[in-house]
């Protein structure tokens, strides 16, 4: 499989270099290569099974609409984009292509959110207030991360409440800690997630194009990584 990675940073070489250990042949663009999406022309994106993007929020949304107007296949690591996910999804079914984003691709991150809405439901109607608290590298862009924000909406969705507060710590090179708290007059309940590399996010990701590379269609990691 051809895989085409956006994005050199320390996540993105991570996937290409997780996907060249599965076999895949696989091609980096960075940011100086594809300024405002230049480079990724219907021709040259084509050339590829998946396109994988590590971006940033300000980049992501250029790269999709070119990408997608192509008919690629996409799995879309980056966060903070959410607001055009609407006009994202259009083009991927307009165009025939495939869109596969996620907050995190982390496995046991997923499992996490489960938890968390199974925690939120258990508890809503026994006094218990919760709260989100994360840490992350000091280059991650988006605060709260999307990922904190995605466990937000899982507690709030099982508890049937809103306004669960996140904190964000932005620390050294800290790869991703997101910790859900319940807490009552008798007692506090912790449901934590520590990542020691990003290695979990990569190969995840790649999982994720091994599995996009033959659909086309809009999916929410959530929904599909117990296939991946």
């Not at 940033?56 to 055009?84: F, H, S």
């Amino acid at each position: 499989m051809r895989i085409l990675v956006l994005g050199a940073g320390k996540t993105g070489k991570l996937v290409a270099e997780v996907a060249t250990e599965r076999g895949h042949s696989v091609y980096v663009l960075d940011a100086k290569e594809n300024k405002e999406a230049a480079a990724l022309t219907a021709p040259f994106v084509t050339g590829f099974d998946v396109v994988i993007d590590f971006t940033t929020p300000e980049a992501v949304v250029q790269n999709m609409r070119a990408c997608l107007a192509a008919g690629a296949r996409m799995v879309i690591g980056t966060t903070g984009w959410y607001d055009k996910l609407h006009d994202m999804r259009a083009i991927a079914e307009r165009r025939g292509a495939g869109l596969l984003y996620g907050t995190n691709y982390s496995i046991g991150v997923q499992v996490m959110l489960q938890l968390a809405r199974q925690m939120g439901a258990a508890l809503k109607a026994a006094g218990y207030t919760f709260s989100i608290e994360e840490t992350h590298h000091t280059s991650k862009l988006d605060s709260p991360s999307g990922t904190a924000l995605t466990l937000k909406a899982a507690v709030e969705k099982g508890a049937g409440i809103s306004g669960v507060q996140v904190v964000s710590h932005r620390v050294g090179d800290e790869a991703g800690l997101h910790m859900l708290k319940a807490e009552s007059a008798a007692d506090r309940l912790e449901l934590t997630h520590a990542s020691y590399s990003r290695r979990g996010f990569a190969e995840g990701a790649v999982r994720a194009a091994e599995w996009m590379a033959h659909r086309s269609g809009c999916y929410d990691f959530q929904d599909v990584y117990t296939q991946i």
